[in-house]
């Protein structure tokens, strides 16, 4: 998607950080669901979830079409939620460590080679 520059004296690494600003200011999944709806076209939301739904199966080290079998999601979301996990800026791997449920934190462990790796 290209960008448009409405405001030559906002750059978009001020406008990246008042989105996160925004995104921090959010209090409980209740407040944080109604903004990432009104944020987000219904597909977007959709893609996020289906990014954050496979992190999980990969931490396991499961195949990728063993994940697309059980969830749905394309092999290449899958893969390239697999490559950020393992070559990105850490944000998956600090959302696992943050998570309030104890069974995805055990499980962020490093991706093992299967989880790298299209069947």
């Known amino acids: 998607m290209k960008r448009k520059q ?4 906002t750059t978009s690494e001020s406008a990246e950080d008042n989105l996160c600003r925004a995104l921090l200011a959010m209090r409980g999944i209740g ?3 109604s903004f990432l709806r009104d944020l987000c076209t219904p597909a977007e939301l959709e893609a996020l979830i289906d990014r954050w739904r496979v992190v999980p199966y990969l931490l396991d080290g499961m195949a ?3 994940i697309h079998d059980r969830t749905g999601v394309s092999v290449t979301t899958i893969g390239r939620v697999a490559r950020f996990l393992a070559q990105g800026n850490g944000g998956y791997r600090a959302a696992v ?3 309030a ?3 995805l934190r055990k499980r962020g462990r490093p991706a093992t080679t ?3 790796k299209p069947v």
Request: glycine letters at 0%; a negative charge.
């Open 101 to 103: 449920v104890p069974a």
């Open 97 to 99: 460590e943050h998570h």
């Open 114 to 116: 299967a989880a790298r």
């Open 31 to 33: 407040e944080m669901r």
């Open 6 to 9: 409405i405001d030559a004296e």
């Open 64 to 66: 990728y079409r063993e």
